[in-house]
């Protein structure tokens, strides 16, 4: 027999690899060997289904079979019911792209991920990559930025800011160096969208940034990765060495004029890194302490220095707004929030992960329908979207369309698009105190209310849940949200009371229960 | 397991030399030393000050920023748990208490043997919690019993 290989699929994403991916890749291979059956795996990232991790998928004439999830001691069986062909198991769920959770998807910006083998540039070219930086190479700094303009992009890191707008600042500014910081410090609880892009489709946000770099005029740049992704940081490694093999990146972007250095840098386990000036301090080598603005980092950012500072998000949807067009672009969306949001479903939930889709898709759909309510099995009681410093929602506000003016306008917040599902057994007042005990571990100090504010905070909430004259502190408790939101430098200490607040107005009898002692911590 | 070097003055001046060229060198300095060690020696902070000619209480400022770099020896295995609302929503709060009530294991507390246990706040595992990170490895849906197994030296993965 000299058939080729059959091109197996096991993906090496870390939430995949979490639950026992690698074991699964070595048991194929080895009841390969053992079978003599010529077979390729090839280690593709996580199509988003986390729920069916591992998920394997087999390469057959008819499409990619997916199988999951699959654990290494149902590797055999796999291979006695033929699954190399695509033969009928427990375990088979079908054709991937006809996966009930795929086709409800617009993927743009996840297009490739779980597709393509992450490092092969060959893959990445065969699967639509480069497109969009050959394209940025025939237009002029200022016609890439109307085109970024044009299609209505928004900062994906959750300010929701014009991309741009940012980009025309840094354009206009006259400097003999600046640079493109891409902002990896995915640090917000329920959100993966920037570890799964980069350990399943690097190049992306690499040619999203070498459009950037061509458009303003920059010759250098980073991405600041959390140390908490080292899946991701050695995968992006090996990507910027051979981006740089293939002309992406380096002294000539794709034989052109341009010159564009990348390097990638890792954070240090702090939080208020995702700040954007406080993350300029620390990729200067400092204490991350948040810098006052103005001056815009646009016009004086890292070492002083015109700098755009986009999210990973924002980066990577700009070489499919390049390739298609900003106007393809815009027509997906709602309102003033144009083009998909890489939703990311976490917490209490059955089918949670990763799902891109145009903005307007409601939270019910997306935890109902898509995730099938909670994993315990138990009603739904809060949702939190946007991460620690975003709001609780009741399982009676799920209507809300996902978009950053509905959102705001019921005193929640999109954020970075994590949305993490809680059961009946919260304690809305446990969360209330751990949103202050979090920003008093993560605040960089410089300002008086976050500093301060955010101890006074876990007190107060301390005397709530003992008993102690609640009336009297629940003022306070307000009073101190109200001065920590007007008065701190910056979305750390002044959005605090935004989970604090909502946690309290929606579930306020669980301010009112009775008294319990603190647990010993 | 990670295999730390003793802390030597010879070898951490080799390591700063290497990354000195570096724009805003700092960061990836410490993280080198503490790869290399397991720790930062108070010891390397006059070096790196005066081969990036900065002060020594910036360098010592910033090394007590960050909660990765420890200036003190670190046991062979630390075990990161995720205890951010995520994994709060999956129960890792009772994997903390069980931890402390079955195994005697207190989370962000002392050593236990050759390992420690220690709050991480979001692994991007949020749909597989409760997670945790092992020597670089990640385990989703993790129980107290699968943690105290580790820190007895079990691999991260079977």
């Given at each position: 027999?000299?058939?080729?290989?059959?091109?197996?699929?096991?993906?090496?994403?870390?939430?995949?690899l979490?639950?026992?991916?690698?074991?699964?890749?070595?048991?194929?291979?080895?009841e390969?060997?053992?079978?003599?059956?010529?077979?390729?795996?090839?280690?593709?990232?996580?199509?988003?289904?986390?729920?069916?991790?591992?998920?394997?998928?087999?390469?057959?004439?008819?499409?990619?079979?997916?199988?999951?999830?699959?654990?290494?001691?149902?590797?055999?069986?796999?291979?006695?019911?033929?699954?190399?062909s695509?033969?009928?198991?427990?375990?088979?769920?079908?054709?991937?792209?006809?996966l009930?959770?795929?086709?409800?998807?617009?993927?743009?910006?996840?297009?490739?991920?779980?597709?393509?083998?992450?490092?092969?540039?060959?893959?990445?070219?065969?699967?639509?990559?480069?497109?969009?930086?050959e394209?940025?190479?025939?237009?002029?700094?200022g016609?890439?930025?109307?085109?970024?303009?044009?299609?209505?992009?928004?900062?994906?890191?959750?300010?929701?800011?014009?991309?741009?707008?940012?980009?025309?600042?840094?354009?206009?500014?006259?400097?003999?160096q600046?640079?493109?910081?891409?902002?990896?410090?995915e640090?917000?609880?329920?959100?993966?969208?920037?570890?799964?892009?980069?350990?399943?489709?690097?190049?992306?946000?690499?040619?999203?940034?070498?459009?950037?770099?061509?458009?303003?005029?920059?010759?250098?740049?980073?991405?600041?990765l959390?140390?908490?992704y080292?899946?991701?940081?050695?995968?992006?490694?090996?990507a910027?060495?051979?981006?740089?093999?293939a002309?992406?990146?380096?002294?000539?972007?794709?034989?052109?004029?341009?010159?564009?250095?990348?390097?990638?840098?890792?954070g240090?386990?702090?939080?208020i890194?995702?700040e954007?000036?406080?993350?300029?301090?620390?990729l200067?080598?400092?204490?991350?302490?948040?810098?006052?603005?103005?001056?815009?980092?646009?016009?004086?950012?890292?070492?002083?220095?015109?700098?755009?500072?986009?999210?990973v998000?924002?980066?990577?949807?700009?070489?499919?707004?390049?390739?298609?067009?900003?106007?393809?672009?815009?027509?997906?969306?709602?309102?003033?929030?144009r083009?998909?949001?890489?939703v990311?479903?976490?917490?209490?939930?059955?089918?949670?992960?990763l799902?891109?889709?145009?903005?307007?898709?409601?939270?019910r759909?997306?935890?109902?329908?898509?995730?099938?309510?909670?994993?315990?099995?138990?009603?739904?009681?809060?949702?939190?979207?946007?991460?620690p410093?975003?709001?609780?929602?009741?399982?009676?506000q799920?209507?809300?369309q996902?978009?950053?003016?509905?959102?705001?306008?019921?005193?929640?917040?999109?954020?970075?698009?994590?949305?993490?599902?809680?059961?009946?057994?919260?304690d809305?007042?446990?969360?209330?105190?751990?949103?202050?005990?979090?920003c008093?571990?993560?605040?960089?100090?410089k300002?008086?209310?976050?500093?301060?504010?955010?101890?006074?905070?876990?007190?107060?909430?301390?005397?709530?849940?003992?008993?102690?004259?609640?009336?009297?502190?629940?003022?306070?408790?307000?009073?101190?949200?109200?001065?920590?939101?007007?008065?701190s430098?910056?979305?750390?200490g002044?959005?605090?009371?935004?989970?604090?607040?909502?946690?309290l107005?929606?579930f306020?009898?669980?301010?009112?229960?009775?008294?319990?002692p603190?647990?010993?911590? | 397991?990670?295999?730390?070097?003793?802390?030597?003055?010879?070898?951490?001046?080799?390591?700063?030399?290497?990354?000195?060229?570096?724009?805003?060198?700092?960061?990836?300095i410490?993280?080198?030393?503490?790869?290399?060690f397991?720790y930062?020696?108070?010891?390397?902070?006059?070096?790196?000050?005066?081969?990036?000619?900065?002060?020594?209480?910036?360098?010592?400022?910033?090394?007590?920023?960050?909660?990765?770099?420890?200036t003190?020896?670190?046991?062979?295995?630390t075990i990161?748990?995720c205890?951010?609302?995520?994994?709060?929503a999956?129960?890792?709060?009772?994997?903390?208490?069980?931890?402390?009530?079955?195994?005697?294991?207190?989370?962000?507390g002392?050593q236990?043997?050759d390992?420690?246990?220690?709050?991480?706040?979001?692994?991007?595992?949020?749909?597989?919690g409760?997670?945790?990170?092992v020597?670089?490895?990640?385990?989703?849906?993790?129980?107290?019993?699968?943690?105290?197994?580790?820190?007895?030296?079990?691999?991260?993965?079977?």
């Amino acid at each position: 027999m000299s058939a080729a290989p059959v091109r197996i699929f096991v993906p090496i994403d870390a939430a995949a690899l979490s639950v026992g991916a690698e074991a699964v890749a070595q048991a194929i291979a080895s009841e390969a060997a053992a079978r003599g059956l010529a077979v390729e795996i090839v280690r593709n990232g996580s199509r988003g289904m986390l729920w069916l991790e591992p998920l394997v998928e087999v390469e057959t004439a008819e499409g990619r079979i997916a199988y999951g999830p699959v654990a290494a001691r149902d590797v055999p069986s796999l291979f006695d019911a033929g699954f190399a062909s695509g033969g009928a198991h427990p375990l088979r769920l079908g054709k991937t792209e006809e996966l009930d959770w795929m086709k409800r998807q617009q993927r743009l910006t996840f297009e490739r991920v779980g597709v393509i083998d992450p490092l092969s540039i060959s893959d990445y070219r065969a699967h639509g990559g480069f497109k969009g930086l050959e394209k940025a190479l025939a237009l002029t700094g200022g016609e890439i930025v109307e085109a970024v303009k044009a299609s209505g992009l928004r900062g994906r890191g959750g300010a929701g800011f014009p991309t741009g707008i940012k980009w025309k600042t840094v354009h206009d500014a006259k400097a003999e160096q600046k640079y493109i910081v891409c902002n990896a410090d995915e640090g917000d609880s329920g959100t993966f969208a920037d570890r799964m892009l980069f350990e399943g489709d690097p190049y992306l946000t690499i040619e999203g940034m070498a459009i950037a770099a061509i458009a303003v005029g920059a010759t250098r740049g980073y991405i600041y990765l959390r140390s908490e992704y080292p899946h991701a940081h050695r995968m992006l490694q090996r990507a910027i060495l051979k981006a740089e093999a293939a002309g992406m990146i380096g002294a000539s972007v794709m034989g052109s004029s341009h010159a564009f250095h990348l390097e990638v840098r890792l954070g240090a386990g702090a939080y208020i890194c995702g700040e954007e000036t406080s993350l300029l301090e620390s990729l200067e080598g400092k204490r991350a302490i948040v810098r006052a603005k103005p001056p815009l980092p646009a016009l004086q950012g890292l070492f002083g220095k015109p700098t755009i500072v986009n999210n990973v998000l924002s980066f990577a949807a700009v070489p499919w707004i390049l390739d298609h067009g900003a106007r393809a672009y815009a027509d997906y969306g709602m309102g003033r929030s144009r083009g998909t949001l890489p939703v990311q479903l976490g917490g209490n939930v059955k089918r949670g992960g990763l799902i891109e889709l145009a903005f307007g898709i409601t939270l019910r759909e997306i935890i109902e329908d898509m995730g099938g309510g909670t994993l315990s099995g138990r009603p739904i009681r809060a949702v939190q979207v946007g991460g620690p410093l975003g709001a609780y929602l009741t399982a009676g506000q799920l209507d809300v369309q996902m978009d950053y003016e509905a959102l705001a306008a019921m005193r929640a917040m999109l954020g970075h698009g994590g949305i993490v599902v809680f059961d009946d057994s919260v304690d809305m007042a446990r969360q209330a105190r751990f949103a202050f005990e979090f920003c008093a571990k993560e605040s960089c100090g410089k300002c008086t209310p976050c500093r301060i504010g955010a101890t006074r905070g876990v007190e107060v909430m301390d005397r709530i849940i003992t008993g102690t004259e609640r009336p009297k502190n629940i003022a306070v408790l307000r009073d101190l949200s109200k001065l920590m939101t007007d008065a701190s430098l910056c979305a750390m200490g002044g959005l605090t009371p935004m989970p604090v607040l909502s946690a309290l107005n929606h579930f306020p009898e669980d301010f009112d229960r009775p008294p319990l002692p603190l647990a010993a911590e | 397991m990670a295999e730390y070097s003793a802390w030597s003055e010879d070898s951490a001046r080799l390591i700063i030399a290497g990354l000195v060229h570096l724009e805003g060198a700092t960061l990836p300095i410490l993280h080198a030393l503490q790869d290399e060690f397991g720790y930062v020696d108070p010891e390397a902070v006059p070096l790196i000050a005066e081969a990036l000619n900065l002060s020594r209480a910036e360098i010592h400022g910033a090394i007590s920023f960050y909660h990765d770099f420890k200036t003190t020896p670190q046991p062979a295995r630390t075990i990161k748990l995720c205890r951010a609302e995520a994994c709060q929503a999956l129960g890792c709060e009772s994997v903390v208490v069980e931890l402390a009530r079955t195994h005697g294991i207190a989370v962000d507390g002392d050593q236990v043997g050759d390992a420690r246990v220690e709050t991480v706040y979001c692994l991007g595992n949020c749909a597989l919690g409760p997670s945790a990170l092992v020597d670089g490895e990640l385990i989703g849906r993790v129980d107290a019993a699968r943690i105290a197994g580790l820190c007895k030296h079990g691999r991260a993965h079977s």
